[in-house]
């Protein structure tokens, strides 16, 4: 018998998400500027930073796992990789993969106000042709993936056996604006989304779950 779903989620007001920010780890002076540029100069753009509250989660994560190495495909101007790469070691690396040198200019100014430049290097160009230029053996704590989403699956498959045992991959979007569960909507993004969460489910080299952050989040871990 399939058991009905349980809808616990209380209504999304902008009251009880404004508490939610709340009563997260406040966004230092740099991430609220990276934050506010980003509307102000790119406001059509804007919805593709990452949610307000992924920030904070994000560097809780890098702590977490104790990552040293992580990679970021999907920079636009920084919010995620500054939030990451301060959350690092000193002698951690990030490797930042995007192909807008005007949108990472912002990503550039922000970790060097944050004195995080020399943990992040920048690598402008396809992201799957940089991830193939990767070491092929394990050897990534943590990945972040919020990029173009006809693309998630192709980076999944170089992700994966480049993850080190027991590492995370935080994959961005897997809701896709709460589209992925009508069967009316046949655009290439979410069709593309919902071949990638298929994909990620029966994936045996991983263990994942979906969440309902923002708008939605997936962590997968390495297993074996």
Known sequence: MRIPPQDKRPPQSAELYQYVLDHNPPLDAVQRGVVE???ARFPSSAGMQSAREQGPLLAFLVRLTEARHVVEIGVFTGFSSLSMAQALPKDGRLIALDVSEEWTAHARDAWEQAGVADR??????????????MPAEPHIDLAYLDADKE???AYW???VPRMRPGGLIVVDNVLYHGTVADPEE???AVTAIRAFNDLVAGDTRTESVLLTVADGLTLARRVG
């Open 186 to 188: 046949t655009g290439s």
């Open 151 to 153: 693309g998630y699956p």
């Open 37 to 39: 540029l980003t509307h």
């Open 120 to 133: 992040v290097e920048l690598r402008l160009g396809p992201a799957l042709d940089s991830l193939r230029a």
């Open 157 to 159: 498959e170089e992700l």
